[in-house]
DNA sequence: TCTTGACTTGGAGTGAACTCCAGGGGGTAT
DNA sequence: ATACCCCCTGGAGTTCACTCCAAGTCAAGA
């Protein structure tokens, strides 16, 4: 697979794959004779992986450390195990975070639907002031 | 309040809070005689509920959009709804990314701790390899 | 043969969001 | 009066994660 392949079904440019790979954030991938790069099921993987945990959030240099003990081999299983479990953690953190926001927002929208009834106005009015020009 | 009061009770720094003033992220804050600024409650609700929603990942551009639109008075007040909305949407985007990296998380993590049991890894040997050295 | 187009490398540039700093002021404690 | 501390402003510096670019290689098509 040539990196114009891949860029399209990962949807990551050419620039990005090229840059993930020279800072370690997937393994060194094989040239073909003319030196460019030609992509195996396995490094179509990583991008895989690795564009996932982008997309959650996860930070480039912790996933380039798992990627180099990765490639340490057996020994580092028990290390690279408490890397995940620890991300795993950050992200049900985040779950939450995006939760109470997801609520606040929930709460400030239907504050501005209550505006669409203009004879309820009179009775929200205080409500209303609190909720909108306190900023809560 | 003072802004180390404000800073220890929102755990922002006095930098940070000062910059989301000077860009516009929080309304202007009052200054007492000296000049030195003194946080109302309604700053402090800003300042609450800015920090949540940058922790949430909003943009600070669409934040401060939305405090300009505030700031404007009641005509805008269709225009901050459909920002609330729209960033809601993202929100429960984001939450389905975080669960996908979850689910993938959990699945290697298992796979780690299968090799816990090392009568069991002649079976599990060849998934594993899978698993493990595709990256997946 | 010449051009075209996709690829290579190393390095510089960009945008977002802080973070730090120099230079200065004002109020309190010794 | 001097030292100390917290505050101010404007502007420069930093970090992260790309993104772009110059200069060059290589193979296929007109």
Redesign the interface.
Known sequence: MTISEVSKNYDLSPDTLRYYERIGL??RVERDRRGNRDYS???C??I??IK??R????PIETLTEYVSL?QLGDGT??K??EI??K??ER??E??E??????R???R??SH??E?LFPHEKELTAASLKNE?????
């Open positions: 997937i393994p099921e396995a490094d993987n990583w895989q992986f996932c945990m997309s959650a959030g996860l990765f299983r028990l690279r195990k995940l479990l991300q795993r992200l049900l985040q779950m975070v995006l939760q109470t926001s997801i606040i927002l929930d400030k929208i501005y639907d505006v909108d020009e306190l900023g809560a």
